[in-house]
């Protein structure tokens, strides 16, 4: 059987496979849903599934549905993308993935399909993705770089708008571009921690370069953020306002410390790009290490079908010790990245 295995894992190092050079990126390559299942926020495993975690709401999944999103001069996409149905009586569920940021300057992006006009209001706005302090389960709870919607000013359209922190309906700052239904778009928020504020793009063209001009932004809130720990996706309705989060497909997130980590092209992928690292023993029993020439931010490791079935947050590790005992006899694809964005990928043999 170890023969057999091994024969495949010669066969897999010859596919080419495609990478995203941020901090984080998922493109959906998994199956089943994002931040599981549970009805008690905490439970495991049903309140984790694909690296995502629910922290509140507890009534229906994020899926991940068949296709991918794609945003002309990005990266091509990878696996699938995950749907929010629009309707909080039967999908209120927020979930949180968790990233690795130095410093006070933090980016995310996605490739975003709104639908239709469900759950949007003509002025009001709220939101559906956002940076959190803190990660898991529980005490997820501030939530800086907040991407908000509403209709646009024209039917059949909407408008994405943004705000630094807590804010009321009317006080994102949003974007005047009305943006048609069923017609992807690509969304870059930024966040700086010292200024308190936060920055959108919608459908930037300055991709893999310097950060642009063209953003709006919104400092409206005096509540702070200390630190970002998680990228967020959000599932809401507020009664009072009548305004809530749309039915809308969402793809390709990126979270970096650089603009050109979010919005990388296919001439950004380079050499440079690679961390320079080695995992051993291969084939593997009971632990992989793996040793790097600079820090490694975070670990993911995914069996044959894509699926994430162990991951590990660091902060400043140049040679870490993976426990795999409980993994199944197989083949196994490793992703690691560095804090600096750069990216080791490999597999291994159990």
């Not at 999103?69 to 009586?89: M, R, V």
């Not at 130095?102 to 975003?112: E, P």
């Not at 990126?254 to 603009?259: E, F, L, S």
């Not at 902060?315 to 409980?326: C, L, N, R």
Request: hydrophobic share 35%; glycine share 8%.
């Amino acid at each position: 059987m170890r023969k057999f295995y091994k024969s495949l894992f010669l066969v897999a190092l010859l596919a080419i496979s495609q990478i995203s050079f941020g901090q984080f990126y998922d493109g959906f390559t998994g199956t089943g849903n994002i931040g599981g299942n549970c009805t008690t926020i905490g439970a495991t495993p049903d309140c984790e599934s694909n690296g995502w975690y629910t922290h509140s709401g507890t009534n229906g999944t994020i899926d991940i549905i068949a296709g991918s999103l794609s945003y002309n001069g990005l990266q091509a996409s990878t696996g699938n993308k995950i749907y929010i149905i629009g309707n909080n009586t039967q999908l209120s569920r927020d979930v949180n993935h968790p990233v690795t940021i130095s410093g006070n300057v933090a980016y995310y992006s996605a490739i975003i399909n709104v639908l239709d006009s469900t759950n949007l209001h003509e002025t009001n706005v709220n939101y559906f993705m956002h940076f959190a302090t803190t990660s898991g389960n529980s005490n997820v709870t501030v939530f800086p770089a907040r991407l908000g919607i509403k209709k646009g000013s024209t039917p059949g359209t909407f408008n994405l708008a943004v705000s630094n922190l807590n804010v009321a309906v009317n006080a994102y700052t949003v974007s005047t571009v009305d943006l048609p239904f069923n017609t992807p778009v690509f969304a870059v928020v930024k966040y700086d921690i010292s200024a308190n504020t936060a920055y959108l793009w919608v459908n930037p063209t300055d991709l893999g370069q310097n950060e642009p001009t063209g953003f709006v932004s919104n400092n409206a809130s005096t509540s702070t953020a200390s630190a970002i720990a998680a990228i967020c996706i959000r599932n809401g309705w507020d009664n009072t306002n009548t305004c809530g989060t749309p039915k809308a497909e969402i793809d390709e997130i990126r979270v970096g410390t650089t603009w050109a980590s979010v919005t990388p092209t296919p001439q950004s992928v380079n050499e440079n790009s690679f961390m320079q690292a080695s995992l051993y023993p291969n084939p593997a029993k009971d632990f992989i290490m793996i040793s790097a020439n600079e820090n490694i931010a975070n670990v993911k490791i995914y069996d044959m079908q894509g699926k994430v079935v162990k991951q590990l947050a660091l902060s400043a590790e140049q040679e870490i010790k993976i426990d795999v005992k409980d993994l199944t006899n197989g083949i196994y694809s490793v992703v690691a990245l560095s804090n600096n964005g750069k990216v080791f990928n490999s597999k291994f043999v159990k």
